[in-house]
Structure formats: C-alpha cells, structure tokens
C-alpha cells in the first residue's frame, strides 16, 4: 500500500474556508495513493477551543462534502482527520471521517478519550462510546485519534475488531513530542500492527504543534518520519507485514487479561 499523511499547517492568519479548500486541493494532488491521512481538528486546530462551537458542522456539512468530493476526484480512501461535529440532538464531538475512493462515508468515529483534564476539549466536547474498524482492500484500519494513544486497552480492542493497521490523526503539542514517537511505536509493537501517525503543523491557539508525523511498522521500526513543518509524507507499507509478524512471534496469543473466558 502507498500511503500520504498530510502533515496541515494550522494557522491563525488563515479562515477555515480558505484552509478546507487548500486542503481538499491537497487530497486530490494525491492520485496513486491507496490512503490519504490528515490530521485532527485540523480545520479549527485542537487546541483553539474557543473556536469549536463557531465552527461546529453537522455530520454532512462543509467539511463531509469538501472531502468526499476530493477522495472521489483523487480516487482514494481517505481519512480526513476529524472535525468539530454538532449533533443536532447532543453535544458536540471530535469526530473522524473515513470516506472510500468513490466519496462515500465508510465510517465516522467520536473521539473516545477527551484531552483536557476537566478543562477544553474534556469539557466542551461529548465521549464516543464506539471502537470503529475500517475494512479496506488490503487491510483493517482501527480508528483512533490523537489522546486516545495513551490508551493501549482502545488498540486492543481495535485488535479484537480485526485491526491491522492504525490511524492515529492528532493534534500533538510540540512540548510533548517525546511521547508522540514513543506511543506510536508502543502501539505498534505491542499491536504487531502498522501505526500511521499524523499530526499538525503550525501554532494552535498559542500552542506550538508537535508535526513529526510518523509511520511504524509491526516491529515498531519507523519507516518514515515528517519533519515539524507541513508536509505530505508518503510511504509504502506491506500489509501482510502483519499476518507474518503475528505468524512468527505469536505473542498476542499469550493474552490472559482483557478476554472474555467462560465460567467454570
């Protein structure tokens, strides 16, 4: 597979019209891709939360059609990062579009684990409650996005889900960009699945983001890596990687916490 990750600038001197249309243009440039990846938030930036209600979209508002449109143009399956979703009934969400080579939905995922610690994100936005898996040609893509890394019991799950490959967009401060490439590759390893990390570019409300957009493979080897600023970081990758890593070193069999077992 030939995978992009969109390594977006985010920046405060540019509307979001004007970023979703340089970045649908961005999507389309992507032709002979398998899988196109962008960032979290990238329409507001994550940590610009002031901005999250003015910016809200429904589900199918600017930002769903400005995509589907650019991955059927382009003719790839493309993850386009998350937006500020408003649910017409409930609160708003940190939500992930999927969208396959012919522009339609593949699936929508609502960040499970909000950043802020009782403030921001935590506060302004509703939790997910679902793990979403994406069944692509070649591979299964687990969904998750940006916090939720430092969760290794949602990849888990995602595994149980027949993930092979994960996709993490993220919105990763640059203060903590150590953990970034170190939680990438844990999950990875500990997964023995492909990881494809990509963050933000640019300064988020004050707050300088990490980039160094990553992809690991199953032996938490780094293939490629971005470096802080924006830019489209291709790579090719071997899916069955996977099948012959779990094959030869058989350690997710070894599970005993975590699986349902019957009573005796």
């Not at 930002?63 to 790839?76: D, I, L, N, P, R």
């Not at 609502?110 to 898996?133: N, Q, S, T």
């Not at 983001?209 to 992809?215: L, P, R």
Request: proline share 6%.
């Amino acid at each position: 597979m030939r995978a992009s990750l969109l390594q977006v600038a985010v920046n405060e001197d540019e509307s979001v019209e004007s970023r979703r249309r340089r970045v649908a243009a961005l999507v389309r440039d992507q032709v002979g891709a398998d899988l196109v990846v962008l960032p979290e938030l990238w329409t507001t930036g994550a940590f610009a939360y002031e901005e999250f209600g003015t910016e809200a979209e429904p589900l199918e508002g600017p930002t769903y059609e400005a995509m589907a449109k650019a991955a059927s143009e382009a003719g790839v399956w493309l993850h386009a990062g998350s937006v500020p979703e408003r649910d017409p009934e409930g609160p708003l969400y940190n939500t992930s579009l999927v969208f396959s080579p012919s522009g339609e939905l593949a699936a929508a995922y609502r960040k499970i684990h909000r950043f802020g610690f009782d403030k921001g994100e935590a506060v302004l936005m509703g939790a997910g409650e679902d793990l979403v898996a994406v069944r692509l040609p070649d591979t299964v893509v687990g969904v998750a996005t940006c916090y939720d890394l430092r969760f290794p019991e949602l990849f888990r799950g995602l595994v149980d889900a027949g993930a092979e490959t994960f996709v993490v967009p993220a919105g990763w401060p640059e203060r903590r960009r150590a953990h970034w490439t170190l939680l990438a590759r844990a999950r990875a390893v500990e997964n023995q699945a492909f990881v494809l990390a990509c963050g933000t570019a640019g300064t988020h409300a004050g707050v300088p983001q990490a980039g160094h957009s990553v992809v690991v493979d199953p032996w938490g080897e780094v293939l490629a890596e971005a470096g802080p600023g924006e830019e489209v970081l291709t790579v090719e990758f071997d899916p069955a990687t996977v099948a012959g890593t779990r094959d030869r070193f058989p350690a997710l069999k070894d599970r005993v916490l975590g699986l349902e077992r019957p009573r005796r």
